[in-house]
């Protein structure tokens, strides 16, 4: 099974909000989801978004891709930063003898 972070659209007509959900990728856009995990108002100024920074590690670390634009809103609150920092590997100690 293929996980994505990606945008589920809620909100009326002309007035969108987004949830941040991770959901199978074959399911439809605004279908079954797994979790959600935040949500996004674009509409605001400036646009107001909330994401539960720890469970969307978790995913992250489990192998869930992030669709482009939930990319761009974790790079922005520094969620992709912190994902790649416990990504590294250690440095690694040599002994010179």
Known sequence: MSV???LARVGRI?????????ADSRK???GRFIEI?????PRNDPPKVDVDEAR??????NGAIPS????????KRGIMKKFH???KPAPRITADT
């Open 68 to 75: 482009d634009t939930v990319k761009s809103i974790f790079r």
């Open 85 to 87: 920092e416990m990504r």
């Open 37 to 41: 995990i935040g949500y996004y108002q």
């Open 56 to 61: 969307a590690l978790k995913w992250l670390g």
């Open 4 to 6: 994505k972070i990606r």
């Open 14 to 22: 002309n007035s969108p909000a987004y949830r941040v959900v991770v």
């Open 28 to 30: 439809a856009r605004d």
